[in-house]
């Protein structure tokens, strides 16, 4: 499924707070399954896993129909490491600290376009106000002259 | 009685704007009072002025709620921003006390002890409704869409797990002190950037009424004639839309979340 521009930014900004809790549990030693468990209560971004659901069929769900897709590949790892019974910590971490760069550099390329779109948008939407006021007064007078040449 | 659609998005709208805030109410009614004061006289003198009598009286009723909101919104970022950096200081601090072996509500409450403003009242708060047997986490979501700013909302919740499950918590406040401190500096960025872009479109939208003021006040019969017309009145409104429209796009191009 397709996600705009801002709701790609949003859904980062979500999966980035569940991580940083994800983080927390892991690296004091939680289960997985436990630690999810915990970290839905405080994000909206996923729902409270079915009990009869295994950690696996979520993480493969989540690979499979995750919107934001360049980010699918994240519990595919989860998925991997977690059926290899290896550590979770560095890769949770290193999955915040990797999007915490990419919503850093979307605000860098909003700081830097917006500006310029704005002053399109001032361009275009408020300087022909200001010249229909000077010239609308005079179009009548303009009219006379050109149609006398 | 508002249309249930229309109360929900109402509702909804003041949220995603987060300046419907119980607190900041409750500890600025004397600044409310004066604010509505002034505004009220503000408006009337300019409802005299411009009309020269007092039947402009239903100017007064345009102009005074927004004079009202717009002085109260500023209000509310600046003290937002008040409360932001408040907050971090007191995480500091509380760090400080955890560093020690103080545990996390006495440490809150005896930070809370030595100051009185906006993020102490939220502080004092979450330890009033500890001490009184409800769990912190209950504390916590009472404030939700009450308290000044989402990453400080996030940082309680962050804290209040890891006090709930006896987790180290020096450590974890000191690595959310530095998170928050990216995602300020962030926030402060991008709201200085909004309001330059703000400032910019209020003198775009303003120059063409005062061009149309100047051209009346030295063509006056031209200018009337030419707004008399048909065509001159389907411009005006054409230029009200335009305008209406340009501000709706800017703020869609001004938005980053």
């Known amino acids: 499924m397709g996600t705009s521009k801002r709701e790609s930014v949003l859904l980062k900004k979500r999966l980035l707070l569940f991580f940083d809790v994800l983080a927390l549990y892991v690296s004091v030693g939680y289960d997985l399954f436990y630690a999810w468990n915990e970290a839905t209560e405080s994000s909206e971004l ?35 490491l977690y059926s290899r019974g290896a550590s979770l910590t560095p890769a949770i971490q290193a999955f915040s600290k990797t999007l915490r760069r990419d919503l850093e550099r979307d605000i860098e390329a909003h700081l ?12 275009f939407f408020f300087l022909p106000p200001a010249l229909a006021f000077i010239v609308f007064p005079f179009l009548h007078h303009l009219r006379a002259i050109i149609f006398r040449f | 009685m508002l249309p249930g659609w229309l109360s929900d998005w109402s509702v909804r709208a003041l949220r995603s704007q987060d300046w419907l805030s119980i607190e900041f109410f409750r500890h600025e009614k004397q600044f409310l009072k004066r604010v509505s004061v002034w505004s009220t006289a503000i408006s009337a003198g300019l409802s005299l002025m411009i009309t020269g009598g007092f039947a402009g009286s239903f100017l007064v009723i345009l102009v005074l709620p927004f004079l009202f909101f717009a002085v109260t919104a500023c209000r509310y970022r600046i003290l937002k921003n008040q409360v932001a950096h408040d907050f971090m200081a007191k995480l500091h601090a509380i760090k400080g006390l955890l560093d020690v072996g103080t545990p996390f509500p006495l440490a809150v409450k005896l930070i809370s002890q030595e100051s009185s403003s906006q993020a102490t009242f939220l502080l004092n708060r979450i330890v009033r409704g500890f001490q009184s047997g409800k769990s912190l986490e209950a504390n916590f979501k009472k404030l939700e869409d009450k308290s000044p700013g989402e990453w400080v909302y996030r940082s309680l919740i962050l804290i209040e797990q890891a006090s709930r499950k006896g987790l180290a918590l020096s450590p974890l406040v000191d690595s959310l002190l530095q998170l928050l401190d990216v995602e300020f500096q962030a926030e402060k960025r991008l709201k200085r950037l909004e309001s330059e872009i703000w400032i910019q479109a209020f003198a775009a939208s303003v120059i063409p009424w005062i061009l149309c003021f100047v051209c009346w006040t030295f063509q006056p019969e031209m200018m009337e004639q030419a707004m008399r017309s048909l065509s001159g009145k389907i411009l005006l409104l054409f230029i009200l839309f335009w305008e209406g429209i340009g501000i709706w796009v800017l703020r869609s191009v001004n938005r980053f979340y």
């Open chain 1, 46 to 80: 996923f729902g409270k896993p079915d009990v009869q659901q295994s950690m696996n069929a979520i993480l493969w769900d989540l690979e499979k129909s995750f919107n934001l897709k360049t980010y699918r590949f994240t519990f595919g790892v989860l998925r991997q």
């Open chain 1, 112 to 123: 830097r376009t917006a500006p310029l779109r704005a002053g399109l948008c001032l361009l």
